[in-house]
């Protein structure tokens, strides 16, 4: 049985609840840009790669302890400077910068709104 070729992530989204917040972690760290659209608390995400991603108001609050959401890893070239950014724009770091053989230097991180992600800096 032959498999399906790859397929890449087309779209994600992240909730919050305080939407201005969360995007203006997202544009000073990452330099994403973002455009209301639809309903009111809908934005699209630019994040200037071609990948389709929307900020959203959290319908339901986050209750529990744990991870909830779906967990990406954003590429940049210098995770010591990135970690920087997430820190001085409300961010926490969950992990600091590790160095994983073959594939670069990841860490992990909280954004302002509890939302869990990675970077990495990929050799």
């Known amino acids: 049985m032959r498999h399906a ?26 330099g994403w840009k973002f455009e209301a659209w639809g309903p009111p608390g809908f934005f699209l995400i630019d994040t200037g790669d071609g990948i389709h991603g929307a900020m959203q108001q959290r ?7 744990g991870i909830r959401g779906y967990e990406c890893t954003i590429s940049v070239e210098d995770v010591d400077k990135t970690v920087e950014l997430i820190e001085a724009n409300g961010g926490t770091i969950k992990f600091a910068k590790t160095a994983i053989p073959t594939v670069g ?12 992600a990675c970077i990495a800096q990929y050799e």
């Open 59 to 65: 319908q339901e609050p986050i209750t529990g302890t």
């Open 5 to 30: 070729p790859p397929f890449n992530i087309s779209h994600f989204s992240i909730n919050a609840d305080d939407v201005v917040r969360a995007m203006d972690f997202y544009r000073n760290v990452f």
């Open 105 to 116: 230097l990841i860490a992990s991180f909280f954004d302002p709104e509890g939302n869990y």
